[in-house]
């Protein structure tokens, strides 16, 4: 079947009279769009979650009240704040003007438990369901979890396709998201306005921070270049001098990406890690000090960086996990699925941090096939 857009939509129990109408009418509407939302179009599927039991904004998990599915009708439109003929009142709230003016039409394929009609009128489940531990369903999940802790938006699924058709979907289906729809070429959508959670945290002027690199790391690759007997005094220095001028490749690191892990938002220096991509014993002395040749990575990101459990597409930046649980879990939960790193470097600099990164990406498939097999 053909791929298409899966968007995900999470209602909070405050929000049920809004829901309930939307249902009723088959609309939907937000107060202002964010990139994801600017992509709801006819065609589009679309999955409510009502009324979650439990904390989100590490995992969604818990217990839900009710799922609905639809497909959207008509693209995403604007109306005007004067409700008149062309722009009604649709939502009990909107008195005197329209709140919601950003809309879109769909109609109702399934839910989960089935929808009950009372007096022509929906009727949502009050009753809860638990979800289930579907690993193939991460991205379903982690784009409910966004719109749950993004108020007023959606999750995004990109390339998805139904493994069936839409009148065979039976309502228990729809308790595993992954038995509907195709998610092996999936990829989560993240808005590029989306805050990450630690970007809130600033460091504590008052803490005074040694960034002088005393790590023992650093002390086995001295002693490695003084002990070697094949290396003569003068390469010996040479190499000494380029391993000591790690500190300005990380001084380099922290100016290019402003102090902060670009994948968790951690901007206190002291726990950040300049790592090299293509690692220091494989790297020419140049290569070895050459910026571009580095992520500034918080100790947990780093480690999975330089352990290759987690690695980038070289192409699009793309985060990819290993195929190990516990390295999954940790992925998901810091929000990490799918996640599009942003670099400081254009050009023909991004072209050569591309190039560092396809090597890491080629001895993540190498490493990984030996420890997981193909």
């Known amino acids: 079947m053909t791929n298409t857009t899966l968007h995900c939509i ?3 129990d405050p ?27 006819t065609g589009d599927y679309l999955l409510f979650a009502h009324k979650i039991l439990g904390k989100v904004r ?8 009710q799922y609905v599915l639809a497909k959207i009708t008509s693209d995403n439109f604007t109306v005007s704040e004067q409700q008149n003929e062309d722009n009604p009142q649709i939502w009990g709230d909107e008195v005197g003007k329209n709140l919601y003016l950003h809309r879109f039409h769909f109609k109702i394929l399934n839910s989960y438990p089935t929808l009950k009609l009372k007096n022509g009128s929906y009727q949502l489940s009050k009753k809860f369901f638990t979800i289930d531990d579907d690993s193939e369903s ?3 999940y982690e784009a409910l979890r966004y719109s749950a802790c993004v108020q007023g ?8 396709s139904l493994n069936l058709p839409e009148n065979q979907i039976t309502d228990s289906l729809l308790k595993q998201p992954s038995m509907v729809f195709n998610l092996s070429d999936a990829v989560l959508i993240r808005s590029d306005d989306s805050p990450k959670f630690f970007q809130k945290f600033e460091p504590d002027s008052t803490v005074l921070e040694n960034e002088q690199e005393a790590e023992t790391e650093v002390i086995n690759d001295y002693n490695e270049i003084q002990q070697s007997e094949v290396l003569d005094e003068t390469e010996k220095a040479r190499l000494v001098l380029a391993r000591v001028g790690q500190g300005q490749f990380r001084k380099d690191l922290l100016a290019n990406f402003k102090n902060t892990c670009p994948l968790t938002g951690i901007k206190h220096t002291s726990l950040l890690v300049a790592s090299h991509i293509k690692p220091w014993r494989e790297c020419s002395n ?6 571009r040749n580095g992520l500034l990575l918080s100790s947990l990101m780093d480690k999975l960086f330089d352990r290759y459990f987690i690695t980038f597409d070289p192409e699009t930046l793309r985060l990819i996990s290993c195929n190990d649980p516990l390295i999954h879990k940790i992925i998901a939960d810091h929000q990490l699925i799918d996640f599009v790193i942003k670099t400081p470097y254009r050009g023909e600099n991004l072209n050569i941090f591309k190039s560092y990164m396809a090597e890491h990406f080629k001895k993540f498939k ?3 096939e030996r420890r997981y097999g193909s």
């Open 10 to 12: 999470y209602v909070a």
């Open 15 to 41: 929000s049920e009279e809004n829901f309930l109408t939307g249902l009723n009418k088959g609309i939907w509407g937000l107060k202002k769009l964010n990139n994801n939302s600017r992509e709801f179009k």
């Open 58 to 65: 590490q995992r969604f998990s818990g217990q839900l009240s």
């Open 138 to 140: 991460i991205r379903v």
């Open 153 to 160: 938006t959606n999750g995004c699924i990109d390339s998805i």
């Open 286 to 291: 140049s290569e070895r000090l050459d910026a």
């Open 366 to 368: 190498e490493v990984n």
